[in-house]
């Protein structure tokens, strides 16, 4: 039998707030995918590509950790104590980068790229940053994990779309975002979002582990 939205909706939107604050930072392959749609080069594969490898590794980190934790039921609430507390600290620094002006910028200077080179870039951007392990296989794996069996595809399913609904808005929608992502402005309002949404995560993820105990 189908699960109604009620039941999976708040767990695919969880995931999706979760993705989504990890992802928006500024770092190497978010300004990789930012060059490649100012240049429109390659656009749709490297978008593509970093969106399925995140949904892949997502995947791995909740079917693995679920099947790691079945178990364990001691060592998932840890798990989910620590995550809220990794997602507390993390909105610490993401309020903490919002009193600092920053931007992100890709230029347009540099030679053209075939489309093996772009991909080989965008898969050493992705997979050969171990914060994506970190966040993608442990933090959002661990915290998926938590689910219900019946609801764990709803939060890959949130989780991913939020990947891959910012990875089209960086390639696909970069002649519009580029001056909006110079602005340091721009990026304090986004991380004092971010810091707040995860500090709502963290609590929501300590209640969880009580609730279990």
Same mark, same amino acid.
């Given at each position: 039998?189908?699960?109604?939205?009620? *039941?999976?909706?708040?767990?695919?939107?969880?995931?999706?707030?979760?993705?989504?604050?990890?992802?928006?930072?500024?770092?190497?392959?978010?300004?990789?995918?930012?060059?490649? !749609?100012?240049?429109?080069?390659?656009? @749709?594969?490297?978008?593509?590509?970093?969106?399925?490898?995140?949904?892949?590794?997502?995947?791995?980190? *909740?079917?693995?950790?679920?099947?790691?934790?079945?178990?364990?039921?001691?060592?998932?609430?840890? %798990?989910? *104590?620590?995550?809220?507390?990794?997602?507390?600290?993390?909105?610490?620094?993401?309020?903490?980068?919002?009193?600092?002006?920053?931007?992100?910028?890709? !230029?347009?200077?540099?030679?053209?790229?075939?489309?093996?080179?772009?991909?080989?870039?965008?898969?050493?951007?992705?997979?050969?940053?171990?914060?994506?392990?970190?966040?993608?296989?442990?933090?959002?794996?661990?915290?998926?994990?938590?689910?219900?069996?019946?609801?764990?595809?709803?939060?890959?399913?949130?989780?991913?779309?939020?990947?891959?609904?910012?990875?089209?808005?960086?390639?696909? @929608?970069?002649?519009?975002?580029?001056?909006?992502?110079?602005?340091?402005?721009?990026?304090?309002?986004?991380?004092?979002?971010?810091?707040?949404?995860?500090?709502? %995560?963290?609590?929501?993820?300590?209640?969880?582990?009580?609730?279990?105990?």
């Amino acid at each position: 039998m189908s699960l109604s939205l009620s *039941v999976a909706g708040p767990v695919f939107i969880q995931a999706m707030f979760l993705s989504f604050g990890l992802i928006v930072a500024i770092g190497a392959q978010n300004a990789f995918v930012l060059r490649q !749609g100012l240049r429109r080069e390659h656009v @749709g594969s490297v978008v593509v590509f970093c969106a399925v490898a995140d949904a892949l590794l997502i995947a791995a980190g *909740v079917l693995g950790m679920a099947q790691a934790l079945g178990n364990s039921p001691g060592v998932a609430r840890a %798990l989910a *104590v620590a995550g809220a507390c990794f997602l507390a600290v993390y909105g610490w620094r993401a309020l903490s980068r919002a009193r600092q002006p920053q931007s992100l910028k890709a !230029g347009e200077a540099g030679a053209a790229l075939s489309l093996g080179a772009a991909l080989a870039q965008a898969a050493a951007f992705t997979l050969l940053n171990p914060h994506v392990y970190l966040d993608t296989v442990l933090l959002v794996g661990s915290i998926g994990a938590q689910q219900p069996a019946e609801l764990r595809g709803w939060f890959v399913a949130g989780a991913s779309t939020a990947s891959a609904l910012w990875f089209c808005l960086l390639g696909f @929608g970069a002649r519009w975002l580029a001056p909006w992502f110079a602005r340091p402005r721009a990026w304090q309002v986004l991380d004092g979002l971010i810091g707040v949404t995860m500090w709502v %995560l963290a609590a929501l993820l300590l209640r969880h582990a009580v609730a279990t105990a």
